[in-house]
């Protein structure tokens, strides 16, 4: 399996900071933030990784390659920013030819059992409460915990558990077809092509996602 993982955002929302240094490199609790992601997926036994850089991407590539020598390491550079599933399509070459994909987004610090999430067999979201859902993606599923619509920033939510940038997906190619169904059709979700919008046009065509909650 592979690991997507996005890192081309500018962070705007830390600026300052952010103008010399990228956003998944700023310290937590002495602890760069995409260190928090990649130490977990190391820890299941995962060895293979896609980065889509862009802002200060050199500084990414430098640091990963610095500190996981042991690592199998591709970088994408995604020279325009128009969304996360811009994102997922810009890499799409990187990932066309694996049966599953694991996506973290690299300014996300998780606590969840991944290993259950990666065992799942089904395509999966990692999915946690909030008290305002109209910042985020916003996942609606049944009592089995099937997802039945994903919806990005809605305005009047019909559910509070959104999505915190983790995704396991089985069916790749149809991942892709999504992407590029945004791309094509130019469907943005505030001025972006969205994951989310993509992930629920897959859910339209059938695809069975398993909502699974996540502590962070």
Known sequence: ????????????RLRPHTYTQPKPLMPVAGKPIICFMVDKLVEVGIRDFVFVIGYLGDKIRHFIEETYPDLHTEFVYQEHREGSAHAVWTAHEAIEDEDEIFIAFGDSIFDLDLQRM???????????????????????????????????????????????????????????????????????????????????????????????????
């Open 1 to 12: 399996m592979k690991v997507l993982i996005p890192v081309a955002g500018v962070g705007t």
């Open 118 to 216: 990666l065992d799942c067999s089904h395509s999966c979201l990692g999915v946690k409460k909030v008290s305002d859902p109209r910042d985020f993606g916003v996942a609606e599923f049944g009592e089995d915990g099937r997802v039945t619509r994903l919806v990005e920033k809605p305005r009047i939510p019909k559910s509070n558990m959104a999505m915190v940038g983790l995704y396991k997906i089985n069916e790749v190619p149809a991942l892709i077809r999504a992407t590029e169904y945004l791309i094509q059709k130019d469907i943005r979700t505030v001025g972006e092509y969205q994951l989310t919008d993509a992930l629920h046009h897959m859910v339209e065509q059938g695809i069975h996602f398993q909502a699974m909650p996540v502590q962070n």
